[in-house]
T-cell receptor, first 110, second 115 residues
Framework: RKEVEQDPGPFNVPEGATVAFNCTYSNSASQSFFWYRQDCRKEPKLLMSVYSSGNEDGRFTAQLNRASQYISLLIRDSKLSDSATYLC???????????FGAGTQVVVTP | NAGVTQTPKFQVLKTGQSMTLQCAQDMNHNSMYWYRQDPGMGLRLIYYSASEGTTDKGEVPNGYNVSRLNKREFSLRLESAAPSQTSVYFCASITRGSTLTGELFFGEGSRLTVL
C-alpha cells in the first residue's frame, strides 16, 4: 500500500463551481501535511499547509481528519486558472522527508 | 532570484551512456533532494542530502549516484543509462527544520529520454 494515496481524477469542474477531493495517508504518526500545486510540465509549488483545526486561504480550504487519516482540499468558485494537478504531501515524522502523493488532476471548464 | 537551477532542461541519451544532472540553489538551504516523476507515480525520492557533506538514499536510488559538491550544488549522475530512467527529474531544496513548514523549492525539471 502506498504511503500517500490520491484519486488521480480528472475532476472536471464547471467554472464557478466547488470541487473537493481527499488524500489518505497510511502512517498514523504523520506530523505535517501540505497541498502542492503542479501545472502541466512545471515544477510543484506549495499551495498551503494543512493544520489540525483546518485552514482557509481565499477560495481554498484544507482540512485534516486524523482519526480517518486523510486530508482534504476544497476549492470554491473555481477559476480556469485552478486547472492543475494537486499533490498531497505528508511528513511522516518531525524533520522527516516529505512524501508526495501521485496527484489529483482538476480541470476547470468554461 | 534564481532559486533552484537545474541543467540541462532536456537530454536524450542512448542506453549505456552516462550523464550528470546539475543542480544549484542560491537560497543558502541546508537540504537538497533529487526526485523523479513518472506518469501516475508521483514524485519519488532518489537521493537527498540533509546537509553539506552528507548524502542518503531515497526510495529509488538504484542506477544513480549523487555528489553534494558544496552547500549550493547537488548533482545526480547516471552511470549507465537505461530506458527505465526516462523521466522528469526535479531537484529541490529546503532550509533546515522547514519540513515542518513544507516549503520545498523545486527547479524547473530536467526531461531525460533514454533510447
Amino acid at each position: 500500500r502506498k504511503e500517500v494515496e490520491q484519486d488521480p481524477g480528472p475532476f472536471n469542474v464547471p467554472e464557478g463551481a466547488t470541487v473537493a477531493f481527499n488524500c489518505t495517508y497510511s502512517n498514523s504518526a504523520s506530523q505535517s501535511f501540505f497541498w502542492y500545486r503542479q501545472d502541466c510540465r512545471k515544477e510543484p509549488k506549495l499551495l498551503m499547509s494543512v493544520y489540525s483545526s483546518g485552514n482557509e486561504d481565499g477560495r481554498f480550504t484544507a482540512q485534516l481528519n486524523r482519526a480517518s487519516q486523510y486530508i482534504s482540499l476544497l476549492i470554491r468558485d473555481s477559476k480556469l486558472s485552478d486547472s492543475a494537478t494537486y499533490l498531497c504531501v505528508v511528513t511522516p515524522f518531525v524533520r522527516g522527508k516529505l512524501q508526495f502523493g501521485a496527484g489529483t488532476q482538476v480541470v476547470v471548464t468554461p | 532570484n534564481a532559486g533552484v537551477t537545474q541543467t540541462p532542461k532536456f537530454q536524450v541519451l542512448k542506453t549505456g551512456q552516462s550523464m550528470t544532472l546539475q543542480c544549484a540553489q542560491d537560497m543558502n538551504h541546508n537540504s537538497m533532494y533529487w526526485y523523479r516523476q513518472d506518469p501516475g507515480m508521483g514524485l519519488r525520492l532518489i537521493y537527498y542530502s540533509a546537509s553539506e557533506g552528507t548524502t542518503d538514499k531515497g526510495e529509488v536510488p538504484n542506477g544513480y549516484n549523487v555528489s553534494r559538491l558544496n552547500k549550493r550544488e547537488f548533482s545526480l549522475r547516471l552511470e549507465s543509462a537505461a530506458p527505465s530512467q526516462t523521466s522528469v527529474y526535479f531537484c529541490a531544496s529546503i532550509t533546515r527544520g522547514s519540513t515542518l513548514t513544507g516549503e520545498l523549492f523545486f527547479g524547473e525539471g530536467s526531461r531525460l529520454t533514454v533510447l
